[in-house]
């Protein structure tokens, strides 16, 4: 069993920064594929940014350049960095993991139902 408690959100203007952290309760942790995905009102939940099983960074189109996606497996932590941040990046951010193959890449991670492992999610709220 995983347990994963985001951390991190907040209200921030547009262009400004926020780090969020996803800390991860089991020990099974290494062998997992980690990932940020964020849902809007109204709108599905997307993958943002996720670490494949290589240890490779997967992003959505719409973030690259301005997120970076980082895991300290000693703390067990996974971050998700948010700089350039606009007012479409308002969402629910949740952590998940779980095992995926390595036969598997890029977007595969990115698709919330290849995960059972999910976080209660932290806010993100960008004014313009």
């Known amino acids: 069993q995983v347990q994963l408690v985001e951390s991190g959100g907040g209200s921030v203007q547009s262009g400004g920064s926020l780090r969020l952290s996803c800390a991860a309760f089991g020990s099974t942790y290494v062998s997992f594929a980690m990932s940020w995905f964020r849902q809007a009102p109204g709108k599905e939940r997307e993958g943002v940014a996720a670490?494949?099983?290589?240890?490779?960074?997967v992003y959505a189109d719409s973030v690259k350049g301005r997120f970076t996606i980082s895991q300290d497996n000693a703390k067990n932590t996974l971050y998700l960095q948010m700089n350039s941040l606009k007012p479409e990046d308002t969402a629910m951010y949740y952590c998940a993991a779980d095992y995926i193959p390595s036969y598997y890449s890029g977007d595969y991670y990115l698709r919330s139902a290849n995960y059972n492992y999910w976080g209660q999610g932290t806010q993100v709220t960008v004014s313009s």
């Open positions: 670490i494949d099983s290589d240890g490779s960074a």
